[in-house]
């Protein structure tokens, strides 16, 4: 069962990157920042509704366009860049042998660490840009020495977790439940190879949230009053 389901559609954000991109200028030493705001989640948490009502408040307290970003995006992106999908996909998942074997055999072979610096430079162009959230990618690590950007996590407890998958994904609870186990691990080995980092680690970022315990509106409304009544 394919995860992109739990992603929303992307060629309206391609659309909206490529004019925020349009309109980017050199930014001006004396001029403030714009808020960039990162959200990540454990697995079965849903930073996507979170994230998309906050862009909704974000344009509505700021009257300005604002950029939701999150791989799905940035494999379009690389797409325009005659990236494979499936190479972005499978960031991480090769061992580190494999790529250093080719390394040396064929000078066109690009390792993980390769792509994966290509989309670090993307997440800190979006980041440097603001008006933008930005979901997953290791994001709050990429851009923790950044000024401007807020980092936001989002926890739950297990079950909720798996009922939130079962639904969204329309599988049964048991199914949820591998899904659940599984793709945490596999972000959290990810970032560990390509960011040498704990992702978990809380020092990271400015607020947690129980998924479980707020609905998204709420959480969305608190991230939006932080970030953008101050900015």
């Known amino acids: 069962m394919p995860v992109t389901i739990l992603t929303p559609e992307v060629e309206q954000r391609l659309k909206a990157y490529h004019e925020l991109s ?3 200028k050199p930014l001006d030493a004396n001029a403030p920042l714009k808020p960039t705001i990162t959200i990540t989640r454990e697995f079965g948490c849903e930073a996507y509704p979170v994230a998309e009502e ?5 344009e509505k307290m700021t009257g300005e366009q604002w950029l939701l970003a999150d791989l799905s995006l940035l494999d379009a992106v690389a797409k325009e860049h005659n990236i494979p999908e499936e190479v972005m996909l499978s960031l991480g998942s090769k061992p580190r042998w ?17 792509y994966y610096r290509l989309l670090c430079e993307q997440v800190v162009s979006i980041a440097t840009a603001g008006n933008a959230v930005i979901v997953g990618l ?4 990429i851009t923790r020495a950044m000024k401007n950007c807020t980092h936001v996590r989002l926890i739950a407890d297990h079950d ?3 009922r939130s998958i079962a639904r969204r994904m329309k599988i049964d609870k048991q199914e949820a439940e591998l899904l659940v186990l599984e793709k945490q691990k596999e972000r959290d080995k990810i970032i560990r190879k390509l960011l040498d980092s704990d992702e978990h680690d809380p020092m990271y970022y400015h607020l947690i949230f129980n998924n479980g315990k707020l609905r998204n509106q709420q959480i969305a409304h608190t ?9």
Request: charged share 30%.
């Open 160 to 162: 909720f977790k798996v």
């Open 98 to 114: 494999l790529d250093d074997m080719f390394a040396t055999l064929s000078p066109k072979w690009k390792t993980d660490a390769d």
């Open 54 to 58: 906050l862009v909704k408040l974000a």
């Open 138 to 141: 290791g994001a709050p690590i």
């Open 223 to 231: 991230i939006a009053d932080l970030v953008l009544k101050k900015s």
């Open 22 to 24: 349009r309109r980017s």
